[in-house]
């Protein structure tokens, strides 16, 4: 076995045999289980909910009505047909002109139209994960570092670090300030990271965050600005939840934020973006690098002919995006949809003793399942996780897989499923936390018991050895006192 492992290792590169993907962790090991064992309402009722998932399945209604009225938007139907041959030719990897134009355009909306983005800049890569991996292989040479707000989302451990030998440090962010972003904690992050003797090549942040389902504050924006403007590091910011803001406050995108500051260099900013969240169509793999350096632009522009977008797919959308009522009416439709969804999962939970931590944002919620934890750590977390996952048949995502330095924090999915796939996994949940009260109060009780008849049978010992016992005499006996 040792010989073979040895020309495995031999005969393959690092990548290949390296385990930097992250890909053995309970994070992804939840989604196995799914996979295995998968619910459905009627063939499978005690199969596995899948709740780790982040996809947005509550506006599909919406952009099928949309189809369905422009065949022509399509190169593969009757009204569109006559455009395949020129579609399906063009290679050019800066992108049908149609296409950068509209996420350009989209993108500012998102964002309230307080700022415009530049089409020229748009460049496109396979999804989001081949967006940051691309800026970051403009960014980093192996052994280089990034610091990353805790909790974050797992597969950056993927995206930013396996193929191109990226270190991540986390900055730790704490319960007791609702994990925000402080100054103090990315100085200390980059200390760590300097007494690490690591090169420090800049900060990635997603905005809303993921796992935790909130949007920065411009204060918090301009302090992160300001810290990289300090060290001259990058500013990477993942805005692919930008439109899934259901509550106040407001998106406000880093490109809005340095607008407005005269002291920032904006060659150490960049964005990257993607419909997979906001539309909902990840299986599209639209992703998105803007970025305000030139050059970091203009290697990104290179490397995107390894993970192109297919010109079929940039010309449906193309105008899809174009078409201003429908953009409008999906954006006001899916935050009034994601509103309800979260407002529905929370409520029930919070009816059970379960709380949340307060979000406006994301595909998800913050669970405080910390009470529920047989002990404080992150082995008491896995624990509970693995009954969630094997008893209760919910696939959830545990807090130390998002490296959350706190333990008994899940991730928990919302959008993912239908009405009453959400009232069969609130029932489940409901039926889990009332078993584990009963469990223990029935413990609590047996405790009680114990010591009663502990102390009880303790007190009968006493009165019968020190008053009752025939061999024993009180020292204030006569007996005694004749004796000496």
Partial sequence: MEIKRKNKSQLLSKIATNDRHR??????????????????????????IQMGLAENKLCFDLIKKWIME???????????VDKFKDVAIFQDYHGLKEFREAIAKFMG???????????????MSSGATGANETIMFCLVNPGDAFLVPSPYYPGFARDLRWRTGLEIVPVDCKSSNNFRITRAAMEDAYEKAQK???????????????????TLDIETMRSLVAFVNEKNIHLVCDEIYAATV??????????????????????LIHIVYSLSKDMGIPGFRVGIVYSFNDDVMLCARKMSSFGLVSSQTQYLLAS??????????????????LAKRHYVFTKGLEQVGISCLTSNAGLFFWMDMRLLLKEQSFKGEIELWRVILNEVKLNVSPGSSFQCSEPGWFRVCFANMDDETVEVALNRIRAFVLNRENQESNRSKRCWRKKHLRLSFSSTRLYDETIMSPCMISPHSPLVRAKT
Avoid at 26 to 46: E, L, V
Avoid at 248 to 265: G, K, L, T, Y
Wanted: hydrophobic letters at 30%; charged letters at 20%.
């Fill in 70 to 80: 422009n065949p022509d938007a399509s190169i593969c139907t009757a009204g569109g």
């Fill in 109 to 123: 909306r998102v964002g309230g139209n307080k700022v415009t983005f530049d089409a020229s800049r748009i460049v």
């Fill in 320 to 337: 899809m995006l174009s078409d201003d009522g429908f953009v409008g009416n999906f954006l006001r439709e899916s935050s009034k949809r």
């Fill in 196 to 214: 690490w003797n690591l090169n420090v090549k800049g900060i990635i942040i997603a905005n809303p965050s993921n796992p935790l389902g909130t």
């Fill in 23 to 48: 890909e053995n962790s309970p994070y992804f090991d939840g989604w196995k289980a799914y996979d295995n064992n998968p619910f459905h309402p009627t063939q499978n009722p005690n199969g596995v």
């Fill in 246 to 267: 259901f509550d106040s406050p407001r998106f406000v995108s880093i490109a809005e934020v340095i607008q407005d500051m005269d002291c920032c260099n904006r060659d």
